[in-house]
């Protein structure tokens, strides 16, 4: 599950590094060791593969469309657990906001009252 992780991590970063290398705001030596990374991880992803096979004839196959999906499922529950906590935190502003204005109200409730009781007092 970890290959398939840096397969979906290098494939998101690739497009961007070839782009700072482009721009020449990175180095070609970095570019170079990215390509190095990228067959290393390739390597290691057939040895798993063939080892799988090894077990049972398109194993490999299995193997990494189901750890794709553990990833994917992974990468679900973490945006929902971040959605939740983001609405969580949302409700607690708008409930202090709320409560801030409730507070300013109150002070000037209290006046008018105060005034009222005051011009009935005088008339």
Known sequence: M???IRVLAMRDEKPV???LVKQGTVGDDIWTQFTLSEKELEAEIMAVI???NTFKEGWG??????ASEMVQHERTKHLQKDLVERK???ARKQAVLEQRKDQSKTPKK???AAKQESDE???
């Open 88 to 90: 969580e935190q949302e």
């Open 2 to 4: 970890e290959d398939v």
């Open 17 to 19: 590094l070839a782009q």
């Open 110 to 112: 209290k006046k008018a």
């Open 121 to 123: 007092i005088e008339a």
């Open 61 to 66: 196959q299995t193997i990494l469309q189901t």
């Open 50 to 52: 063939e080892e799988a």
